[in-house]
């Protein structure tokens, strides 16, 4: 029965499960009910929502259902191929510096499954005349904005209380890159330092998705370095999804269900008898024991206060409310000719401050132009710094006539070509997403966190799951799987009582 286990990615839908799933009449208490007869209904098929619905079948708990709005399974991990590579439209690194990533220990047991560590690239720094930038500078830069993102000299200021003047990430960043450059820099490299350190900040923004002002400081204090020594899987990251799906059989998983209605509670009751069921826009309705609810926060943010019945209690509105989510956009060109014929290195534009000022237009947010992984076809084109929406709206014609018209303005040749094909993503403007990954905003405290966390209900009724929803790994691929497997574990000690 198992499925996929030698497949990928490939779509279904269980046409045994085109009508309503009865509901099993028995009483839902703890110790009264066996697993057996459990029906948990888990919304989204991202990477929590699939570590759920595995750690539950594992653990005997077969009636689980898992509903997903897309047409496809994995969520926010979504890896295409393209051209010669395998392009990531969403999570791309595995982080390998924290303990006990459940991600990484995936990869590990997956012995031949290929993966390397993203190796130091050569990165030449161009400004908008075309002229080269000494390497020596922007590798010094590099090493002080990585220790202000770091936190190190942050978090003995946190401790005494001495933070009330750095009010988000952008100012604590040109607070310090000031000093640092009126300190550590002759005066006639100055204007140069400050643009590379602005080039840096920008790239730091572009892996959230957000701009920097609206970054919470305590996101260098509390969270791990998300950007610390990663590695890449060359056949692509839904390659970590095959293990975790091993248990999940065809009848488990519906593609192409979006979900309009969570009856969480019957008339307000608290009971453990209450009936819960989860409606579809389709008109199907399926009952359930327990709902895990693994939505994307972009999702929650609009339709929170009207896809729960009864609505959910103020303080997780708020929750949901306060916390930040980003919009990463990712642009590849791929080529028909080989890249090396005129790319030899990755590219970085250096806009000044003035320039900035005088003109906002949306390419000075590309922060650099490299090679995709063992591609010789493809170029992946990273953003960063604003206008995350408005880049993502533009029609390909235009993204590809700008980037390319900055391609040649920067190497000084007219006759670079335009690509063939253009790969990009479009995550803010999925209604099934509405955005990339959650940041710590400057509206946030951890308590948002653990508020939006918390279980609904007694037996418990409605659960949530996700990286919007772990301080441990927050916004991340590890946080996302183990979020899952956390509720999943909570619905099986609730029988174990």
């Known amino acids: 029965m198992q499925f996929f286990k030698n497949a990928r990615r490939k779509i279904f839908n269980a046409s045994t499960l085109k009508t309503e799933i009865p509901h099993n009449p028995h009483p839902s208490g703890g110790g009264q009910k066996s697993i057996n007869d459990v029906q948990t209904v888990i919304i989204g098929a991202g990477l929590a929502g699939l570590s ?41 690194w595995i982080s390998i510096d924290a303990s006990h990533n459940t991600v990484y220990e995936l990869l590990q047991q997956r012995s031949g499954l ?4 993203q190796q130091k690239e050569e990165t030449l720094y161009v400004n908008t005349k075309g002229a080269k930038i000494n390497k020596q500078l922007p590798e010094l830069v590099d090493i002080f904005f990585k220790k202000l993102c770091a936190g190190v000299e942050l978090k003995n200021r946190y401790a005494k209380g001495n933070l009330h003047e750095l009010d988000n990430v952008y100012s604590y960043f040109q607070a ?38 609206y970054l919470n400081i305590e996101q260098l204090i509390k969270f791990k370095n998300q950007f610390a020594y990663p590695i890449y899987i060359p056949t692509g990251m839904n390659s970590i999804l095959d293990d975790v799906i091993i248990n999940i059989d065809s009848d488990n998983l ?8 969570i009856k969480w509670l019957s008339n307000g009751s608290m009971s453990r008898d209450t009936k819960k069921s989860v409606n579809c826009l389709d ?40 916390l930040g989510f980003g919009s990463p956009v990712k642009i590849y060109f791929e080529y ?29 947010q ?25 880049i993502e709206k533009l029609p390909d014609t235009e993204v590809i006539d700008e980037i390319t018209k900055l391609l040649r303005l920067c190497l000084k040749n007219p006759k670079i070509p335009f690509p ?78």
């Open 176 to 213: 310090e890159s000031a000093k640092i450059i009126n300190a550590m820099f002759k005066e006639k490299e100055r204007l140069l330092v400050a643009d590379i350190f602005n080039a840096l900040m920008k790239d730091f923004g572009g892996k959230l998705g957000c701009n920097l002002e």
């Open 336 to 364: 028909k000719n080989p890249l090396p014929e005129w790319f030899s290195t990755n590219l970085r534009p250096l806009w000044s401050s003035e320039e900035h000022l005088q003109d906002r237009h949306w390419t000075k």
């Open 114 to 117: 290929p993966k390397k560590i």
């Open 254 to 261: 519906l593609i192409g269900r979006p979900v309009g209605e």
């Open 283 to 322: 008109g199907s309705v399926i009952n359930a024991d327990h709902i895990i609810c693994t939505v994307p926060l972009g999702v929650l943010k609009t339709f929170a206060g009207l896809m729960f019945k009864p609505p959910l209690p103020a303080e997780k509105l708020n929750a949901i409310r306060n």
């Open 366 to 390: 590309v922060v650099e132009i490299s090679k995709a992984p063992s591609s010789n076809h493809v170029l992946e084109i990273t953003i960063g710094g604003a206008y995350y929406d408005e």
């Open 52 to 92: 759920a619905a595995s750690h539950l079948i594992k653990n005997g708990f077969k009636r689980t259902i898992i509903l997903e709005a897309t047409d496809r399974y994995g969520g926010r991990i979504n890896s295409k191929h393209f051209g010669d590579a395998f392009c990531e439209l969403g999570a791309k």
């Open 420 to 497: 063939a094909e253009v790969l990009r993503s479009k995550w803010s403007s999925s209604a099934c997403y509405l955005g990339g990954r959650p940041y710590f905003s400057t509206n946030s405290s951890a308590q948002d966190i653990q508020t939006l966390s918390k279980p609904l209900g007694i037996t418990p009724s409605l659960l949530f799951a996700g990286d919007a929803t772990i301080l441990n790994g927050f916004g991340t691929v590890d946080g996302a799987r183990m979020s899952g497997i956390r509720e999943a574990q909570r619905i099986i000690d609730y029988y174990k009582k």
